[in-house]
């Protein structure tokens, strides 16, 4: 008898946690990301075919050297513009049918431990009412958690759901 009750009880408790995931995978999701090397579109793939999301690349309107890319460079473009948290790097295009979308990952590698600027030229650019924003970042040494919580300060209009490290 306390067998079935147990199993009873595994199984009732069960049931929300998988129609909650199973929730999350039927809900229309973009993953939207912005690769400077290549890593975090690789990060970006594996995250969409998960979630069978479709992809969004912010590209930048003067694409990255690697010249721009270093960050021990005080004089290198990246680092200018992380200085600079007013600086909104111009983006090539827009995400005409952001508005089909319930979820959006936002993707990025992590530069001076946090989101780099072109990001918020995305966000701003962009109506996220109404949908979840998640976070995935890439990073050789720094976690997801501050730049998570910078953006989250930055745009606090919108919901934000969880963050991932993917490297």
């Known amino acids: 008898m306390k067998k079935l009750l147990l ?7 069960g049931i929300p946690t998988f129609a909650q995931n199973k929730n ?3 809900m229309k999701t973009l993953v939207v990301y912005f690769s400077a090397t290549g890593t975090t579109k690789a990060a970006a793939q594996r995250l969409a075919k998960e979630f069978n999301a479709d992809l969004y690349e912010i590209t930048p309107e003067v694409p990255y050297t690697a010249a721009d890319l270093d960050w021990r ?3 290198s ?3 200018i513009e992380m200085k600079d948290k007013s600086s909104r790097p111009a983006i090539k295009g827009h995400c005409d049918n952001i508005a089909d ?4 990952w936002i993707g990025f590698p992590v530069w001076w431990y946090t989101a780099p600027t072109i990001v918020n030229t995305f966000i701003e650019a962009h109506d996220l009412s109404g949908k979840t924003l998640k976070v995935f970042a890439t990073s050789g040494g720094s976690d997801v958690k ?3 919580n910078d953006l989250k300060k ?3 209009q919108y919901k934000w759901g969880e963050s991932r490290l993917m490297n």
């Open 7 to 13: 199993i009873a009880v595994v199984l009732i408790l």
């Open 24 to 26: 999350d995978k039927n």
């Open 73 to 75: 460079d005080k004089n």
């Open 77 to 79: 473009r990246s680092t």
């Open 101 to 104: 979308y319930d979820v959006v």
């Open 146 to 148: 501050d730049s998570y």
């Open 154 to 156: 930055a745009y606090p």
